[in-house]
């Protein structure tokens, strides 16, 4: 009997005629976990989606529990034993907890069909308690934290008594103390003899869970193996196709005294209280804090997506009397969200509409305000270009279809078009790889070499002691540190994010 519960046989896909996978030979051990990394764009979603029934491979074959594996659909493979818990989950927040676990399958009365709510309490409760989770089965998912979803949805995967459980990404939007329940929990679904898949950017957290690694690099397997073989650094060489000796782009320039941005004595009730800071030209400035701290109300209420009550904001000298993002635009203030896919893009449409959003402005300057659609195509393809996003076509490829780096680069391109003179990032390099990380900070490096003011909001602070000139920390709406180049050390900064004294 074949030790490998999954394998896959030299499994390849196009799209656009472009490949998208090589070649690809994978096996799962039975009862074991298999890591799977890889930059964005290198492979990982295509493959998963075709093992999870989403689209078929154009060639190769797939084996399960022995047997040729060619599903029609997810349908199928959730009947063969595969569940896929994906970085965006899927649950409908406006329904409970138990209706999110049975929406497809609801246990009947008998044979008539009639929804046995009492059968739909006992077992979401037994679902609930399989992972301890201590929640009501009727608790609506909209009141529960993004740690309490991912549960949720693990608890909808082994609803249907799963053999194998794909993770894409699952820590992404989780807490460090949800991050320890997860763990815990993955361990004791492995000893249940579950055999999972665990795609992730965190490389250490891949070392410490799989027992094996597969690496992928532009549709190929570049390596894999026994975990105990690997070490970050043959990781990243594995993905990357070089040694990242550095993580970050050396500085190139450094801030002038001129102010671009200033704002002074900024408060909204329940958000943020008396802020103030100045951001000068050519100057990369950190936002740090703790959940909760007021780091991105502070950034929304800049650009004019949300209301403030006191306080001025002034670019180059100059006041704005009336805060709006479109005031902002013209204003040349740039604000990539935190949460690209919801409020950074338009998912459906192509790549070529989302970036030209915010500089169609620039190209109708005509009497007749007729857009130079020629003109703007070509820029478009420039950026494209110029920020290296891995794609189809931009005037067919949506950026739904995209890895989460290159969705990223697509939100960049829309700001790059608008040559902003303040950039706003908000966790710029969330869920996405360190090669593709390296890329961002370079593209932030460069705005700023170029004159412009970067304000980076991050949550992880070895980024921020990477990339940044002066790091600001918030805590409950207050700026309650600063710290200059010179003054950078990790224990500090958090430290005062918790508004300790700690020494150095």
Not at 110 to 130: F, H, N, Q, Y
Not at 263 to 281: A, P, W
Not at 331 to 338: C, S
């Amino acid at each position: 009997m074949s030790e490998y519960i999954l394998q896959l046989k030299n499994i390849s896909k196009y799209f656009f005629g472009v490949p998208a996978l090589k070649n690809i030979n994978l096996e799962l051990r039975k009862g074991k976990m298999l890591g799977l990394i890889g930059e964005n764009g290198a492979g990982k979603s295509t493959m998963m989606n075709i093992i999870g029934g989403v689209i078929k491979a154009d060639e190769g074959s797939m084996v399960l529990k022995g047997e040729e594996y060619q599903p029609d659909g997810p349908g199928e493979a959730t009947d063969a034993g595969i569940t896929f818990i994906h970085q965006e989950l899927n649950l409908f927040t406006n329904l409970s907890i138990e209706e999110n676990i049975y929406i497809s399958s609801f246990p009947t009365i008998g044979r008539l069909p009639v929804i046995s709510k009492g059968a739909i309490r006992t077992k979401t409760r037994e679902l609930l308690d399989s992972i301890d989770l201590k929640l009501s089965p009727d608790i609506l998912v909209e009141k529960l934290s993004p740690g309490e979803r991912q549960l949720v949805e693990i608890a909808k995967a082994l609803s249907s008594k799963p053999d194998i459980i794909i993770f894409d990404e699952p820590t992404t939007s989780l807490t460090a103390r949800e991050t320890k329940k997860l763990f815990e929990l993955i361990n004791k679904l492995r000893d249940q003899g579950i055999s999972m898949i665990y795609i992730s950017h965190i490389l250490d957290d891949v070392l410490n869970l799989v027992d094996d690694i597969v690496v992928l690099k532009d549709g190929e397997v570049t390596d894999k193996g026994a975990k105990q073989d690997f070490s970050i650094q043959r990781m990243v060489s594995s993905m990357v196709g070089r040694d990242l000796e550095q993580m970050y782009p050396e500085r190139t320039s450094k801030p002038s005294n001129e102010v671009v941005l200033e704002v002074s004595n900024l408060s909204q009730s329940g958000t943020i209280h008396d802020v103030s800071f100045k951001l000068h030209k050519g100057e990369i400035l950190g936002v740090f804090g703790l959940m909760g701290s007021g780091r991105t109300e502070m950034a929304r209420i800049i650009f004019g997506l949300d209301p403030y009550e006191s306080g001025e904001i002034a670019v180059d000298g100059k006041k704005i009397t009336k805060s709006s993002p479109q005031n902002s635009i013209r204003n040349r203030i740039a604000f990539v969200t935190e949460n690209r896919r919801e409020e950074g893009l338009l998912m459906h449409s192509t790549i070529l509409d989302n970036i030209q959003l915010v500089s169609l402005r620039e190209y109708a300057k005509t009497i007749l305000k007729i857009v130079d659609s020629k003109k703007v195509t070509e820029s478009i393809k420039d950026v494209v270009k110029m920020l290296k996003v891995k794609s189809g076509p931009v005037e067919k490829t949506a950026p739904k279809s995209l890895s989460g780096g290159n969705q990223q680069k697509v939100v960049i391109g829309k700001w790059v078009m608008a040559k902003p003179k303040i950039f706003m990032v908000d966790e710029p390099t969330r869920g996405i790889d360190v090669g593709a990380k390296y890329e961002v900070y370079t593209i932030l490096n460069q705005f700023a070499s170029e004159g412009s003011g970067v304000l980076i909001i991050s949550s992880e602070i070895e980024e921020l002691i990477g990339v940044c000139d002066r790091i600001l920390v918030m805590s409950k709406g207050e700026i309650v540190g600063e710290f200059s180049a010179s003054e950078f050390d990790k224990e500090r900064i958090v430290g005062s994010a918790f508004r300790q004294n700690v020494r150095c």
